[in-house]
């Protein structure tokens, strides 16, 4: 099976400052995501990583706060700007599509951020 | 958008015993549901899934069940093990927009030996 990573594993940040997240797959995928969940919570998607084009928001996500990058098809990177309290959170990524298997969907080990 | 609920929040359970988890979902359009275990500290991992054109798929002690018609699906666990407590998260899919799945609250489950 796939190994998929995340960097850094967690932080902790001062509120303000931004962070940007790490996530890696050792072979191609089709789709990219990332998700917020927040402590003792259920998943939420963030956005779609699309290779080569701008990243598809869900409501309540926007560019400005949540920029997504995704260069390749075994790379994507999730910055969280200007963080507050709020913002304190596991992000994960998740990816669909390993060994042209579409519809399952396999998360990373996710980022534990702490905003002080 | 797309709605999914979850029951129970947390259900308890000895060694041994059957589990069940519930989950409905809002939208006719959705066609492939997804179960998640994530133990505490750990990254969600997929152990079941079913699509809609099935109505029942097992993998050893793991069973989902889907009523299309009244649009929801279970989760079956049988012969607990104290290595099933975890939470458990239900998930859907709506056709056209694989990959964007919309999740339920989740159900802590205990196995008491």
């Known amino acids: 099976s796939a190994v998929i990573s995340q960097k850094p594993s967690r932080d902790i940040c001062q509120r303000g400052t931004s962070l940007t997240i790490q996530c890696q797959v050792d072979?191609?995928?089709?789709?990219m995501f990332w998700y917020r969940q927040q402590p003792g919570q259920s998943l939420t998607l963030i956005a779609t990583?699309?290779?080569?084009?701008?990243?598809?928001?869900e409501s309540g996500f926007v560019i400005d706060k949540f920029p997504i990058s995704r260069p390749n098809l075994t790379f994507s990177t999730l910055t969280v700007s200007n963080m507050s309290p709020e913002d304190s959170s596991i992000y994960l990524c998740?990816?669909?599509?390993?060994?042209?298997?579409?519809?399952?969907?396999?998360f990373g080990p996710g980022t534990r951020l702490t905003v002080l | 958008g797309e709605n999914v609920e979850q029951h129970p929040s947390t259900l308890s359970v000895q060694e041994g015993d059957s589990a069940v988890i519930k989950c409905t979902y809002s939208d006719s359009a959705s066609n492939y549901f997804p179960w998640y275990k994530q133990e505490l500290g750990k990254r969600p991992q997929l152990i079941i899934d079913i699509r809609s054109n099935v109505g029942e798929k097992k993998d050893q002690r793991i069973a989902v069940t889907l009523n299309k018609t009244a649009k929801h699906f279970s989760l079956h666990i049988t012969e607990t093990q104290p290595e099933d407590s975890a939470v458990y998260f239900c998930a859907a899919s709506m056709i056209g927009s694989w990959g964007k799945l919309q999740f339920g609250a989740g159900t802590q489950v205990v196995v008491t030996p």
């Open positions: 998740s990816v669909e599509g390993l060994a042209g298997v579409y519809n399952e969907q396999f």
């Open positions: 072979s191609q995928v089709t789709m």
């Open positions: 990583a699309n290779q080569g084009s701008e990243a598809t928001y």
